[in-house]
Protein backbone atom coordinates (compact mmCIF):
# COMPACT_ATOMS: atom_id res chain seq x y z
CA UNK A 1 0.00 0.00 0.00
CA UNK A 2 2.08 2.66 -1.36
CA UNK A 3 0.84 6.39 -1.66
CA UNK A 4 1.90 8.24 -4.50
CA UNK A 5 -0.63 11.09 -4.08
CA UNK A 6 0.30 12.39 -0.86
CA UNK A 7 2.42 15.20 -0.37
CA UNK A 8 3.20 13.28 2.97
CA UNK A 9 4.52 10.18 1.44
CA UNK A 10 8.01 9.31 1.90
CA UNK A 11 7.74 6.74 -0.52
CA UNK A 12 6.62 9.20 -3.25
CA UNK A 13 9.98 11.42 -2.74
CA UNK A 14 13.13 11.11 -3.89
CA UNK A 15 15.95 10.47 -0.90
CA UNK A 16 17.35 14.14 -1.14
CA UNK A 17 13.90 15.54 -0.28
CA UNK A 18 13.47 12.85 2.34
CA UNK A 19 16.88 13.68 3.88
CA UNK A 20 15.58 17.65 3.64
CA UNK A 21 12.45 17.48 5.60
CA UNK A 22 13.62 15.15 8.35
CA UNK A 23 16.80 17.91 8.74
CA UNK A 24 14.40 20.90 9.11
CA UNK A 25 13.65 21.69 13.23
CA UNK A 26 11.33 20.15 14.58
CA UNK A 27 10.39 17.08 11.91
CA UNK A 28 8.08 14.53 12.34
CA UNK A 29 8.10 10.99 11.25
CA UNK A 30 4.95 9.18 11.37
CA UNK A 31 5.10 5.56 10.99
CA UNK A 32 0.95 3.84 10.45
CA UNK A 33 1.03 0.39 12.23
CA UNK A 34 -1.88 -1.66 10.94
CA UNK A 35 -2.63 -5.72 10.65
CA UNK A 36 -4.03 -8.25 7.73
CA UNK A 37 -6.66 -9.83 9.86
CA UNK A 38 -10.44 -11.31 9.23
CA UNK A 39 -12.91 -8.52 9.90
CA UNK A 40 -16.05 -10.70 9.83
CA UNK A 41 -17.63 -11.37 6.35
CA UNK A 42 -18.62 -7.59 5.47
CA UNK A 43 -15.40 -6.00 5.82
CA UNK A 44 -12.05 -6.70 4.14
CA UNK A 45 -9.08 -8.26 6.00
CA UNK A 46 -6.79 -4.85 5.18
CA UNK A 47 -9.14 -3.14 7.43
CA UNK A 48 -6.72 -1.81 10.41
CA UNK A 49 -4.02 -0.84 7.93
CA UNK A 50 -6.71 1.29 5.77
CA UNK A 51 -8.02 3.26 8.17
CA UNK A 52 -4.77 4.11 9.84
CA UNK A 53 -3.09 5.21 6.99
CA UNK A 54 -6.03 7.25 5.83
CA UNK A 55 -6.01 9.03 9.51
CA UNK A 56 -2.13 9.15 9.48
CA UNK A 57 -1.95 10.76 6.25
CA UNK A 58 -4.83 13.17 6.61
CA UNK A 59 -3.64 14.06 9.83
CA UNK A 60 0.31 14.52 8.73
CA UNK A 61 -1.36 16.44 5.26
CA UNK A 62 -3.27 19.22 7.69
CA UNK A 63 -0.04 20.47 9.47
CA UNK A 64 2.02 19.90 6.49
CA UNK A 65 4.33 22.51 4.61
CA UNK A 66 1.63 23.52 1.63
CA UNK A 67 1.87 21.38 -1.31
CA UNK A 68 5.21 19.66 0.37
CA UNK A 69 7.37 21.87 -1.25
CA UNK A 70 11.12 20.95 -0.79
CA UNK A 71 13.01 22.73 2.18
CA UNK A 72 13.88 26.29 1.15
CA UNK A 73 11.42 25.98 -2.03
CA UNK A 74 7.86 27.21 0.79
CA UNK A 75 4.93 28.90 -1.22
CA UNK A 76 4.30 32.42 -0.49
CA UNK A 77 1.06 31.34 1.12
CA UNK A 78 2.29 28.81 3.56
CA UNK A 79 1.66 29.34 7.19
CA UNK A 80 4.09 29.42 9.68
CA UNK A 81 3.02 27.05 11.53
CA UNK A 82 3.65 24.07 8.62
CA UNK A 83 5.32 21.63 9.64
CA UNK A 84 8.01 19.19 8.48
CA UNK A 85 6.70 16.02 8.59
CA UNK A 86 6.36 12.21 5.88
CA UNK A 87 4.70 9.34 7.10
CA UNK A 88 5.95 6.26 5.79
CA UNK A 89 3.77 2.97 3.68
CA UNK A 90 1.91 1.20 6.98
CA UNK A 91 3.43 -1.90 8.65
CA UNK A 92 0.44 -4.32 7.55
CA UNK A 93 1.33 -7.19 9.69
CA UNK A 94 -0.07 -7.07 13.18
CA UNK A 95 0.03 -9.19 15.75
CA UNK A 96 -2.96 -11.11 15.74
CA UNK A 97 -3.04 -14.58 17.13
CA UNK A 98 -6.63 -14.55 18.38
CA UNK A 99 -8.09 -13.78 14.66
CA UNK A 100 -5.82 -17.01 12.94
CA UNK A 101 -8.99 -19.71 13.58
CA UNK A 102 -11.01 -18.17 10.81
CA UNK A 103 -8.36 -17.58 7.63
CA UNK A 104 -7.66 -14.15 5.93
CA UNK A 105 -4.87 -13.71 8.73
CA UNK A 106 -1.40 -12.74 8.77
CA UNK A 107 0.30 -12.93 11.98
CA UNK A 108 3.75 -12.01 13.48
CA UNK A 109 4.56 -12.71 17.08
CA UNK A 110 5.28 -10.33 19.34
CA UNK A 111 9.39 -9.72 19.51
CA UNK A 112 9.25 -10.11 15.63
CA UNK A 113 7.00 -7.60 15.11
CA UNK A 114 8.74 -5.72 18.27
CA UNK A 115 12.01 -5.99 16.11
CA UNK A 116 10.68 -4.89 13.25
CA UNK A 117 9.33 -1.32 14.60
CA UNK A 118 12.94 -1.27 16.01
CA UNK A 119 14.73 -1.85 12.66
CA UNK A 120 12.44 0.69 11.50
CA UNK A 121 13.07 3.12 13.50
CA UNK A 122 16.95 2.45 13.48
CA UNK A 123 17.00 2.69 9.73
CA UNK A 124 14.50 6.02 9.59
CA UNK A 125 15.62 7.89 12.24
CA UNK A 126 19.04 7.94 10.16
CA UNK A 127 17.67 10.44 8.37
CA UNK A 128 17.74 13.19 11.32
CA UNK A 129 13.88 13.21 12.15
CA UNK A 130 13.24 15.51 15.89
CA UNK A 131 10.32 12.92 16.68
CA UNK A 132 9.18 9.40 15.33
CA UNK A 133 5.36 8.83 16.49
CA UNK A 134 4.41 5.25 15.92
CA UNK A 135 0.58 5.20 15.34
CA UNK A 136 -1.05 2.08 15.52
CA UNK A 137 -4.72 0.84 14.55
CA UNK A 138 -5.03 -2.52 15.52
CA UNK A 139 -6.66 -3.55 18.74
CA UNK A 140 -3.75 -6.75 19.27
CA UNK A 141 -0.83 -4.26 18.61
CA UNK A 142 -1.74 -1.99 21.78
CA UNK A 143 0.86 -4.11 23.95
CA UNK A 144 3.05 -4.37 21.63
CA UNK A 145 3.31 -1.04 20.71
CA UNK A 146 3.73 0.77 23.96
CA UNK A 147 6.55 -1.65 24.86
CA UNK A 148 8.22 -0.63 21.43
CA UNK A 149 7.80 2.60 22.34
CA UNK A 150 9.69 2.54 25.18
CA UNK A 151 12.16 0.31 23.41
CA UNK A 152 12.69 2.38 20.65
CA UNK A 153 13.30 5.34 22.97
CA UNK A 154 15.59 3.54 24.88
CA UNK A 155 17.74 3.17 21.95
CA UNK A 156 17.36 6.42 20.11
CA UNK A 157 17.84 8.37 22.59
CA UNK A 158 18.20 11.76 20.47
CA UNK A 159 15.00 11.52 18.79
CA UNK A 160 11.61 11.73 20.88
CA UNK A 161 9.54 8.51 20.11
CA UNK A 162 5.72 8.10 20.89
CA UNK A 163 3.13 5.37 20.56
CA UNK A 164 -0.81 6.13 19.85
CA UNK A 165 -3.40 3.99 19.20
CA UNK A 166 -5.93 6.10 16.92
CA UNK A 167 -8.98 5.43 17.59
CA UNK A 168 -7.88 5.51 21.30
CA UNK A 169 -8.33 9.94 20.54
CA UNK A 170 -11.80 9.23 20.51
CA UNK A 171 -12.76 9.41 23.86
CA UNK A 172 -11.93 12.91 23.11
CA UNK A 173 -15.42 13.28 21.08
CA UNK A 174 -17.07 9.70 19.98
CA UNK A 175 -19.49 9.95 23.03
CA UNK A 176 -21.16 13.06 20.89
CA UNK A 177 -21.22 10.84 17.92
CA UNK A 178 -22.00 6.53 19.09
CA UNK A 179 -25.29 5.57 18.81
CA UNK A 180 -24.27 1.94 20.39
CA UNK A 181 -23.75 1.15 23.49
CA UNK A 182 -20.57 0.16 25.03
CA UNK A 183 -19.59 -3.04 23.56
CA UNK A 184 -21.07 -1.92 20.22
CA UNK A 185 -17.56 -0.02 18.70
CA UNK A 186 -15.33 -3.60 18.75
CA UNK A 187 -14.04 -5.74 15.93
CA UNK A 188 -15.38 -4.50 12.68
CA UNK A 189 -18.92 -2.70 15.03
CA UNK A 190 -20.40 0.42 14.83
CA UNK A 191 -17.03 2.58 14.50
CA UNK A 192 -15.09 0.46 11.64
CA UNK A 193 -17.48 -0.33 9.84
CA UNK A 194 -18.76 3.38 9.62
CA UNK A 195 -15.62 4.74 8.62
CA UNK A 196 -15.05 1.98 6.08
CA UNK A 197 -18.24 2.62 4.76
CA UNK A 198 -17.37 6.66 4.25
CA UNK A 199 -13.96 5.98 3.40
CA UNK A 200 -14.41 3.10 0.87
CA UNK A 201 -17.90 1.97 0.55
CA UNK A 202 -16.83 -0.63 -2.15
CA UNK A 203 -15.31 -2.30 0.29
CA UNK A 204 -17.72 -3.35 2.48
CA UNK A 205 -20.53 -6.19 1.81
CA UNK A 206 -23.48 -4.81 3.42
CA UNK A 207 -25.77 -7.61 2.80
CA UNK A 208 -23.35 -9.35 4.65
CA UNK A 209 -23.41 -7.33 7.76
CA UNK A 210 -23.30 -9.70 11.03
CA UNK A 211 -21.65 -8.95 14.48
CA UNK A 212 -21.97 -10.78 17.75
CA UNK A 213 -22.28 -8.55 20.95
CA UNK A 214 -19.35 -7.92 23.13
CA UNK A 215 -20.07 -9.18 26.38
CA UNK A 216 -17.40 -10.26 28.77
CA UNK A 217 -18.40 -11.19 32.81
CA UNK A 218 -15.72 -8.78 34.29
CA UNK A 219 -16.91 -5.57 34.15
CA UNK A 220 -13.36 -4.46 34.85
CA UNK A 221 -12.25 -6.08 31.39
CA UNK A 222 -12.27 -4.00 28.09
CA UNK A 223 -15.72 -3.55 26.69
CA UNK A 224 -14.91 -2.14 23.16
CA UNK A 225 -12.16 -0.30 21.55
CA UNK A 226 -12.53 2.89 22.97
CA UNK A 227 -13.47 1.02 26.67
CA UNK A 228 -10.13 -0.26 27.56
CA UNK A 229 -10.52 -1.54 31.16
CA UNK A 230 -8.04 -2.58 34.25
CA UNK A 231 -8.25 -6.02 33.33
CA UNK A 232 -6.19 -7.78 31.00
CA UNK A 233 -7.99 -11.25 29.58
CA UNK A 234 -6.76 -13.46 27.09
CA UNK A 235 -9.02 -13.27 24.06
CA UNK A 236 -10.38 -16.02 21.74
CA UNK A 237 -12.27 -14.49 19.19
CA UNK A 238 -13.87 -18.12 17.43
CA UNK A 239 -15.55 -18.69 21.20
CA UNK A 240 -16.92 -15.20 20.76
CA UNK A 241 -17.95 -14.85 17.33
CA UNK A 242 -19.41 -16.63 14.68
CA UNK A 243 -19.00 -14.26 11.77
CA UNK A 244 -15.63 -12.80 13.65
CA UNK A 245 -17.17 -9.20 13.70
CA UNK A 246 -18.23 -8.05 16.86
CA UNK A 247 -20.28 -4.79 18.24
CA UNK A 248 -23.42 -3.61 16.96
CA UNK A 249 -23.32 -3.26 12.93
CA UNK A 250 -27.47 -1.74 13.15
CA UNK A 251 -26.08 1.71 14.07
CA UNK A 252 -23.60 2.10 10.88
CA UNK A 253 -23.54 4.84 8.57
CA UNK A 254 -21.30 6.42 5.88
CA UNK A 255 -22.10 9.98 7.00
CA UNK A 256 -21.57 9.36 10.89
CA UNK A 257 -17.85 7.38 10.12
CA UNK A 258 -17.10 10.78 8.09
CA UNK A 259 -17.99 12.18 11.35
CA UNK A 260 -15.88 9.83 13.12
CA UNK A 261 -12.82 9.80 10.61
CA UNK A 262 -13.02 13.87 10.75
CA UNK A 263 -12.49 13.97 14.82
CA UNK A 264 -9.75 11.04 14.40
CA UNK A 265 -8.19 13.48 12.01
CA UNK A 266 -8.62 16.25 14.26
CA UNK A 267 -7.46 15.25 17.21
CA UNK A 268 -4.38 13.86 15.81
CA UNK A 269 -3.69 17.35 13.72
CA UNK A 270 -3.83 19.03 17.46
CA UNK A 271 -1.32 16.73 18.58
CA UNK A 272 1.34 16.98 15.82
CA UNK A 273 0.95 20.66 16.04
CA UNK A 274 1.63 20.09 20.37
CA UNK A 275 4.89 17.86 19.33
CA UNK A 276 5.80 20.09 17.16
CA UNK A 277 6.01 23.13 19.44
CA UNK A 278 7.34 21.56 22.34
CA UNK A 279 9.97 19.79 20.49
Do not use: C
Not at 104 to 119: H, I, P
Not at 168 to 197: N, P, Q
Not at 244 to 253: E, F, N, T, Y
Not at 263 to 270: I, R, T
Amino acid sequence: MVDTTSPVAWAAKPYPEVREIAEQDGSILVVPVGALEQHGHHLPTGTDTILVNAVATAGAERVADAGGQRAGERSADAGADDLPILTTPPLWLGHSPHHLPFGGTVSADFDTLSDVLAQIADSALGNAFDTLLFLNGHGGNRPLLAASTQRVGAEQPDTEVLGLTYFELGEYFLDDVRESELGGMAHGGELETSMMLHLHPELVDEERMQATEWETEYEQAPSDLLGSGPLNVTLDVAEWSESGAMGDVSRVDAEKGGRMFRGFVDELEALLRTVHSSG
